[in-house]
């Protein structure tokens, strides 16, 4: 019986076995998944960008032709190298004339404020984390070597399911190199840039600040004092560009941390303003600060310089290179007025309360009444400047903190000229005035003159007529020639500031050119200079007569020109003898060029050679005639050449 049992358990076993082994044979097998492929960010040993688009959407207005989009994307910079990328710099080839409305943890690195127009690609600066430090620094803290930007702005004509995606990213920083640009699916893309040990680059890894960089224009922007709500900065603006100059400097900048300006030395705000601290933050927390002692609250204020009346001022004065009116001049011209130099005190907020805390300004902007456009970079980090000792002993003082912001001359197509050149020939009876609006047309056109017609040609001495008095002399010259006139006649060229290039003389053995100066602003230019680039002639240089003229230093193709002393005054526009029938008179400088052949065989001065490529006046580029005098016209003797500079000398001197 016992056996029997036995025998029943163990069937009874087998029996379930066998049916849970059959069960389990009967039913699909799940497959074992595969591992998640590894970021892509693995395989780079440099530095890691990224950009994905993550959202976006139509806004109004509706246009069909032209639809606006919103954009949302995010750029990665991750720090996968072995050193520390400071001052982290990426390039954005933005392509559809995207309007960006905000970035975090960025700013755009040619000082430009948000929003901005990014259409033609953009650079991205760090900001607050402008530097990533390496895994091997860090044991691998993320947050310490990569810095997400989140984008969003406006982009044109790209709507689902297409994606707005950027031409092609790159990091700009020196010595690095990007290749393999690969693109992720349909809203992603991401490279690996390495650093390039043979780029040339004298930044050491392990350098605790970056070099110094050369520019056109630098601002220094120097920590000499520091408290735990406040410290003290001397701001410095030194030209580096033998033909950059500015007149009336205005410096402007944001506020990152809702500093405000309590106080200044050697500039002042241009608008004194505290509304903005008595309403705000810093009203509630520095309580009992009177803030009518303060100067400027504004978020991106604006400064200025002061007057030379102010430079010995126990108040506002006593600041070196403090106190020209704004004026910058090349270094060539003179050292000591080629930099501008200001004290700040700088009130904080919490949580920046600490000495140590110190955020610079961003987006610097500089611009003059009458000068090149600068475009300025972001605010880098530089080993401290030393100052020389206040108390005069034989050492110097080291800056808290110091950074660097370069400034170099742009040169933009959309740009308005200032100046203009009209030519005029020994060889040719008439003179080509300046280009009809070379410095731009009134913004809403009028009927009564042409934009487009090209300028009427003059009888030379009509150059020393304002142009609204230049018609019945331009309408008779054009009658003796028997030159048809367009209707409506051209409009004047609104420039403040014209030169006339004489073709003088041309002889075997050299030739000469006389340029005349002409200021019909309102505003007199002191330490002016003036500067002719050619193609050929400037080996062949000998002299100018009345100004200083010498070729400019480090260059073969340009002689540079200013004002001697007495006379380096262009005056303004004045009335006439008789302001009730003379026309106004423009202020005035004169004088002969001459020039040898012997250094520039095979030289036709005639032909165009004699004529320059470039003309600039106080460092702005001048518009040029677009055609030059024909010696197909009468042909004039020298010695009536030479006749008609002098009556045109005695009736400059008569005015």
């Not at 050299?510 to 050619?534: H, K, L």
């Not at 540079?560 to 526009?573: H, I, S, T, V």
Request: net charge negative; aromatic share 10%.
């Amino acid at each position: 019986m016992a056996n029997e049992k036995l025998h029943r358990i163990i069937f009874t076993f087998f029996f379930i076995s066998v049916s849970l082994l059959d069960t389990s044979l009967s039913q699909p097998q799940t497959p074992t998944p595969a591992p998640a492929p590894a970021p892509a960010s693995d395989s780079c040993n440099g530095i890691f960008l990224s950009y994905t688009y993550t959202a976006g959407h139509s806004i109004p207005p509706t246009d069909p032709n032209n639809q606006a989009y919103r954009f949302e994307s995010t750029l990665t910079v991750l720090n996968n190298g072995r050193h520390e990328l400071k001052s982290w710099r990426v390039f954005v080839g933005f392509q559809h004339k995207e309007l960006l409305v905000s970035a975090s943890n960025a700013v755009l690195a040619d000082g430009n404020s948000l929003p901005a127009e990014v259409g033609n690609g953009t650079v991205f600066a760090g900001f607050p984390m402008s530097d990533l430090k390496s895994a091997v620094e860090t044991a691998g803290d993320m947050t310490q070597m990569e810095v997400r930007v989140g984008l969003v702005g406006t982009q044109f004509g790209v709507g689902a399911p297409d994606v707005p995606m950027p031409l092609n990213i790159s990091l700009v920083n020196d010595g690095y190199s990007c290749h393999n640009l690969t693109n992720q699916g349909n809203n992603e893309m991401h490279v690996c840039c390495i650093q390039d040990i043979n780029s040339g680059s004298n930044n050491a890894p392990n350098d605790e600040f970056l070099p110094r960089q050369e520019g056109d224009l630098i601002i220094m922007y120097d920590v000499i004092r520091a408290y735990d709500t406040n410290y003290w900065a001397e701001v410095s603006i030194s030209n580096h560009n033998p033909l950059g100059r500015l007149d009336n400097w205005q410096l402007s900048f944001d506020w990152m941390r809702e500093e405000f300006i309590y106080t200044m030395k050697g500039a002042y705000p241009y608008v004194v303003d505290t509304t903005d601290c008595i309403f705000g933050r810093q009203g509630q927390y520095f309580k009992d600060m009177d803030f009518s002692q303060a100067l400027n609250c504004e978020r991106r204020p604006t400064i200025i310089d002061l007057p030379p009346t102010r430079a010995n001022d126990s108040i506002l004065g006593r600041i070196p290179f403090c106190c020209r009116n704004g004026t910058i001049l090349p270094p060539l011209m003179d050292p000591s007025k080629s930099k501008s130099s200001f004290q700040m005190q700088v009130f904080k907020m919490p949580p920046d309360l600490n000495r140590t805390e110190i955020t610079p300004p961003q987006n610097w902007k500089i611009h003059g009444t009458m000068n090149p456009d600068y475009e300025c970079g972001n605010p880098v980090q530089v080993s401290p400047s030393q100052f020389p000792d206040p108390s005069g002993l034989p050492s110097e003082t080291a800056a808290i903190a110091s950074w660097q912001v370069v400034c170099n001359i742009t040169h933009s197509k959309e740009a308005i000229p200032k100046c203009c050149v009209s030519y005029s020939a020994f060889f040719n009876d008439s003179a080509i005035p300046c280009n009809t609006c070379a410095c731009g047309c009134n913004g809403n056109p009028s009927q009564t003159c042409s934009a487009t017609e090209p300028a009427l040609l003059l009888r030379p001495d009509a150059l020393l007529i304002p142009f609204d008095n230049r018609t019945v002399e331009a309408l008779k010259w054009a009658e003796i020639n028997r030159r048809t006139v367009p209707n409506p006649l051209p409009c004047g060229d609104n420039c403040g500031v014209s030169i006339n290039w004489h073709l003088l003389s041309d002889y075997r053995g050299g030739w000469s050119a006389r340029i005349t100066i002409f200021n019909w602003g309102e505003t007199s230019f002191e330490d002016w200079f003036a500067a002719v680039q050619f193609d050929k002639a400037v080996p062949g240089f000998e002299e100018v007569y009345t100004f200083n003229g010498s070729v400019l230093l480090g260059s073969n193709n340009t002689i540079f020109m200013q004002g001697r002393p007495g006379l380096n005054y262009l005056l303004a526009e004045t009335d006439g003898a008789n302001p009730k029938k003379d026309p106004r008179v423009p202020g005035t400088q004169q004088s002969v060029i001459s020039f040898t052949k012997k250094s520039t065989p095979g030289i036709n001065v005639a032909k165009g050679d004699g004529f320059p490529s470039k003309v600039l006046f106080n460092g702005e580029e001048c518009a040029l005639p677009t055609i030059l005098p024909t010696n197909k016209a009468p042909r004039i003797s020298a010695a009536t050449s030479i006749f008609g500079f002098l009556t045109l000398a005695l009736f400059l001197l008569m005015q």
